[in-house]
T-cell receptor
Framework: GAVVSQHPSRVICKSGTSVKIECRSLDFQATTMFWYRQFPKQSLMLMATSNEGSKATYEQGVEKDKFLINHASLTLSTLTVTSAHPEDSSFYIC??????????FGEGSRLTVL | QQQVKQSPQSLIVQKGGISIINCAYENTAFDYFPWYQQFPGKGPALLIA?????SEKKEGRFTISFNKSAKQFSLHIMDSQPGDSATYFC??????????FGSGTKLNVKP
């Protein structure tokens, strides 16, 4: 299957700092990428839809100034958690949709804010 | 409103048995129904998917059964193995614009 790479897999930061998570589609071009947040033992919560070359579409209740998304190319989307606080600690997962419609997920990034 | 409802929340099956996970959806415009498998600390992996124009799709030990009139679809895992122990998510999408996920089923296959 297609490969979506996410980096870093784990990050620990101090409260108030910003953290950037990268999502790359390695063997296909993705015009659309999605960012999810997952709490322990819960389902995936869609945060935003990232479209190459345009602004991301955020789901209701997700602060766009808090979670900055940039889809600079057809293979790279980034999520920046700005001024992170302990309540932002979570498992963040990106996914990329290839032209067949299949959705492939990255390995996820575990963010811990101290 | 929850677009996709999944049950059961957890499931225990003996090795060699059949695991069955069910999902129901509301929006008849959905045209793509994938299932994902997720191991702890990892991202979900696409397992199998179906379109509404067929009633069943089989790939190895995994089968999706689709009932369009009832707006339901299910995942069957034949000859379940301990390595199948994971959390399974169903999902639904219209034109691949947005994917709606079920709440997940934690499967435990006992040796």
């Amino acid at each position: 299957g297609a490969v979506v790479s996410q980096h870093p897999s784990r990050v620990i930061c101090k409260s108030g700092t910003s953290v950037k998570i990268e999502c790359r589609s390695l063997d296909f071009q993705a015009t659309t990428m999605f960012w999810y947040r997952q709490f322990p033992k819960q389902s995936l919560m869609l945060m935003a839809t990232s479209n190459e070359g345009s602004k991301a579409t955020y789901e209701q209740g997700v602060e766009k100034d808090k979670f900055l998304i940039n889809h600079a190319s057809l293979t790279l989307s980034t999520l920046t958690v700005t001024s992170a606080h302990p309540e932002d600690s979570s498992f963040y997962i990106c996914s990329a949709c290839r032209d067949t419609g299949e959705l492939f997920f990255g390995e996820g990034s575990r963010l811990t804010v101290l | 409103q929850q677009q996709v409802k999944q049950s059961p929340q957890s499931l225990i099956v003996q090795k060699g048995g059949i695991s069955i996970i069910n999902c129901a959806y509301e929006n008849t415009a959905f045209d793509y129904f994938p299932w994902y498998q997720q191991f702890p600390g990892k991202g979900p992996a696409l397992l199998i998917a179906i379109r509404p124009d067929v009633s069943e799709k089989k790939e190895g030990r995994f089968t999706i059964s689709f009932n369009k009139s009832a707006k339901q679809f299910s995942l069957h895992i034949m000859d379940s193995q301990p390595g199948d122990s994971a959390t399974y998510f169903c999902a639904a999408s219209k034109n691949f614009n947005k994917f709606y996920f079920g709440s997940g089923t934690k499967l435990n296959v006992k040796p």
